[in-house]
């Protein structure tokens, strides 16, 4: 089937509004790597190409095209919305969710009908962006939206429309420079803006020059592009570009807005009460969602590090990245110093959503683990939010090397790795991907190992090699306090627990060669387990050298003190560091708990 301008469109059907929406995607996809250079605005965090190809990318992955125009438009609008990342990526779903609100129920649309609801539009996005601006995104879909609105009696065919509307998109794109100073500054044109012409440029390309079979099989190659050296540099007034999906929303939109404006800036609210998709920039989304699991069913969230985005893209320190799971117990001023990129792994309380020591602290944990009837469910980092950073880092890095919670505990090496393979396929660069057989402090005194060796000026294909001998290295021994968690939590049966709690039974849990969870030892007290931990830490040490350690603790500072008086005067060394131990291993040793991680030389 060739799809070409020798024959007029008078009328647009289902399969041909997928297929000129993939051949958009696909223009999209393939140049990412130019938009992240170019994102200055709203912050200059590197990954506007990156979030506008998640968006989109979803609707290839997961749709198939229906004869009718308005299914699968509203199809299109929903999975687009559902998967939208960034704030470029919400504001093109909240268009596309604008474009299928105000279709009616068309198995067909002509030019006229099409230019009417296109013009429609428009006000959802501007209404969604708390603050709109313009010289972005914005202005270029309302210019595009506003030719074919103002021309579609003089036009009919859709093929002419999207052909000759391209010089009105690249006359909006280039007068991006003037409208922003920020962009005037970095001699760029607006990364989000851009994005959109790509995906015009996309379906002109196909009207003109592919036909069906090949838009179907061709595969998406990212270009890769230098970067662009007058992008400048701005500091990052907020961390974290935050994202949620609240489903059943009990609070109307401009309460909702209220309470997103005392948290940062960057605000945009999208869809229905049904569905409705938030995103904003702010230093605190862990306080934020302790607020918006009360307004209805936090069914997705997203929170990503814009400093840690920002550093890679101007403030890279080394050229092989290291990426590790919220399993990895370690402080954040080691995290920033190393420039170490942390996904958090899902946690479930019932039907909310949360993002281990993201959007969930320790402390705000330890408290829903006492209120909540439901017991929390952790679920491993999915492949798609692994692709989505490793495509991210591979615009900017030479390589990249990943090491994860044991795959015996969590189904997050094997996703990482999948994400892996496909990604440094496509850059034509090396990602490895470490299973550690372990977590905690373990891990995080091995990641530290990697970050201190890419330090050195190792090779990537040294420090793979070296992480072997640091694994077998590592170790971490778990006091737990109080077993009843290890038994809502599965990990020890009712029957097996009755006997262990009338017996005052407190376990000792670490890790074994294979990287699955043991009873190593127990006690009949919280006291005389943690000096039977001491007394295995000095054993395994006797004829070795403890090259770090790491103290952590499940809200009882107090056992904290404890460890690091010890193995202060047993290695005359302060811990590396003294941390709440993740969520997400609390949710299986329980409040109260206490370890200590180590690696010998």
Same mark, same amino acid.
């Given at each position: ?5 020798? *024959? ?20 999209? /996809? ?7 250079? +170019? ?13 506008? =190809? ?47 609100? $105000? ?5 067909? +649309?002509?030019? =006229? ?109 990212? !270009? ?43 605000? *945009? ?50 050229? /092989? =990245? ?8 370690? !402080?954040?001023?080691? +995290? ?34 006492? $209120? ?47 994400? %892996? ?14 299973? !550690? ?8 005194? /091995? ?31 778990? !006091? ?18 009755? /006997? ?8 000792? *849990? ?43 603790? =499940? ?41 200590? %991680?180590?690696?010998?030389?």
């Amino acid at each position: 089937m060739t799809i070409t301008t020798t *024959v007029p469109l008078y009328e647009m059907d289902g399969r041909r509004l997928y297929y000129t929406f993939i051949a958009g995607a696909r223009k999209v /996809i393939e140049h990412q790597v130019e938009l992240n250079k +170019i994102n200055v605005f709203p912050v200059n965090d590197g990954d506007t190409g990156t979030n506008l =190809a998640s968006t989109i990318r979803a609707v290839i992955d997961s749709l198939h095209p229906h004869r009718s125009y308005k299914i699968t438009a509203d199809r299109i609008a929903e999975t687009t919305l559902v998967n939208a990342r960034g704030n470029s990526g919400i504001i093109f779903a909240q268009f596309l969710y604008g474009l299928s609100s $105000e279709t009616a129920n068309f198995k067909t +649309i002509t030019i =006229a009908e099409f230019a009417l609801s296109l013009k429609n539009s428009v006000r959802y996005i501007y209404e969604a962006v708390a603050n709109p601006v313009e010289g972005t995104m914005l202005s270029v879909i309302r210019d595009w939206a506003e030719y074919i609105y103002e021309n579609r009696h003089r036009i009919t065919d859709f093929n002419e429309m999207f052909l000759s509307s391209m010089a009105v998109l690249n006359r909006s794109l280039l007068e991006t420079k003037t409208k922003l100073a920020v962009l005037a500054k970095a001699n760029v044109v607006d990364a989000g803006a851009r994005g959109f012409v790509f995906f015009v440029e996309g379906i002109t390309e196909f009207i003109t020059n592919r036909n069906l079979k090949e838009l179907i099989q061709v595969k998406a190659e990212t !270009s890769l592009f230098e970067k662009i050296e007058e992008t400048i540099p701005e500091n990052v007034e907020f961390r974290f570009c935050t994202e949620a999906l609240i489903k059943n929303c009990t609070t109307d939109f401009k309460s909702l807005r209220v309470t997103l404006d005392s948290f940062g800036n960057s605000i *945009v609210v999208a869809g229905s009460e049904r569905m409705r998709r938030i995103h904003i920039h702010t230093n605190t989304p862990a306080d934020l969602f302790n607020i918006l699991r009360k307004t209805g069913t936090l069914a997705f969230q997203k929170a990503e590090d814009m400093i840690r985005q920002s550093d890679v893209v101007y403030n890279r320190k080394w050229k /092989i =990245a290291v990426v590790t799971d919220s399993t990895c117990d370690l !402080s954040q001023d080691l +995290i920033d110093k190393y420039q170490i990129n942390m996904l958090p792994i899902n946690i479930n309380f019932g039907e909310n959503h949360y993002l281990d020591k993201i959007t969930i602290q320790p402390e705000q944990f330890y408290t829903l683990l006492e $209120e909540n009837l439901h017991y929390p469910k952790s679920a491993q980092v999915n492949e798609k939010a692994f692709t989505n950073l490793y495509s991210h880092l591979a615009s900017h890095y030479d390589s990249v090397i990943a090491i994860h919670v044991s795959d015996k505990l969590s189904g997050t090496f094997n996703s990482s790795q999948k994400a %892996a393979q496909a990604i440094s396929k496509e850059f034509n660069k090396p990602v490895s991907v470490i299973n !550690s057989k372990t977590l905690s402090g373990a891990l995080g005194l /091995i990641v530290l190992k990697i970050a201190e060796a890419i330090e050195a000026g190792n090779s990537h294909e040294q420090i793979v090699q070296m992480s072997e001998t640091w694994i077998n290295k590592a170790k971490v021994l778990v !006091s737990v306090k109080d077993i009843k968690y290890l038994i809502r939590g599965g990990r020890l049966s009712a029957s097996k627990g009755f /006997i262990a709690r009338l017996l005052n039974i407190n376990p000792i *849990v670490s890790i074994d060669a294979d990287g699955k969870a043991t009873v190593f030892d127990k006690a009949f007290n919280q006291k005389a387990n943690m000096e039977k931990v001491m007394g295995h830490v000095r054993n395994m040490n006797r004829d070795k050298t403890v090259w770090n350690y790491i103290v952590l603790h =499940a809200s009882n500072d107090d056992a904290a003190r404890w460890y690091t008086e010890k193995m202060e005067a047993f290695t005359n060394k302060k811990p590396v560091s003294v941390v709440n131990i993740s969520p997400v291993i609390g949710a299986n040793v329980g409040i109260g708990a206490a370890a200590i %991680a180590f690696l010998t030389d």
